[in-house]
């Protein structure tokens, strides 16, 4: 499936290098973002992820290639006053309260979102009269969530947006940035959990080394590295665990071969699964938009319980 928008693009990225010093942070990428889209940028650390919001956002230039943001180059006033964003850290006014510095952001926005309006959705109503300094971590991150959305932009970038989160707090999070996305925000975020770009994205693009490894619906995503996982306990017990990419074929392989096992599991490839294999070995390897090695044919055999996401949050 082909999830590119050519025309009317929000976010266009058409290869881009931008480099510091002598690290590559990204090397000519190219990604369009659709009106409407809830993307999910994912890599590993170091991979790019952070110098491409900050290009979308126009608060760096790329070396070669072109950025657009609504049409518009980011840099300028036009196209940013119908952004929003979270930055990985976000510094607050210590000795502000949580409500004034929702004013104060929204002030800005000739439509912005009233304040009482704005902190129930992110649930944080109760803490108006807090001082922004006083706040933990996660309050503190969800307060910065809540700014990208005051002055109601078209698109968002998210930068981490649930890091340091508590389970209820970033469910509360996710169920936020789901209205705003079915209220028709573009969104562009990326994450370190995997589950999180699992609940939340429909497309996926993976980056590392500053490269695009694959760009496509999660859905897609997940079926280029082996479609289900299989796991039994053999004669002995232990059991075992096989990344497969026919699972029917699998298991009549299996009870031909007359071994005997108990406790059969059939699930799909968590999305966990397709990260690692997309991104194993990226580092001399393949270039933008390369395919990834598929499994072999008899799949990834693994011992023990493994690991990971378990199935899709969505
Ligand atoms: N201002 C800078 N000066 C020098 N190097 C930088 C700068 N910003 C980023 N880099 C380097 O560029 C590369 C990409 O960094 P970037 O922050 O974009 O990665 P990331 O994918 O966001 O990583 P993380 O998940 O750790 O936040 C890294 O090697 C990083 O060290």
Redesign the pocket.
Known sequence: MNLNHDDGAVVSVEGVTRT??D?V??DDVSLDVGPGELVGLL??????????L?LVSGLRRPDSGTVRLLGKDPTDAAARAGLGMTP?ETGLPATLRVGEVVDFVGGHYPDAVPTPELLTQFGIEDLARRQTGSLSGGQRRRLAVALAMAGRPRVVLL??PTTGLDVAGRTALWDAIRDCHRAGVTVLL?S?YLEEIQALAERVVV?DH?RVLADDSLAAILERVGASRVSYAGPDGARQEHLVPDSDEFVRDLVRSGTEFTGLEIRHASLEEAFTELTKGSADGPGPGTAPTPPARSGIARQGSGHGTEGANR
């Open positions: 510091f010093g690290v942070a990204l890599g590993p650390n170091g991979a790019g992820k952070s110098t491409l900050s990985q930068d981490e990326t370190h980056i500053g």
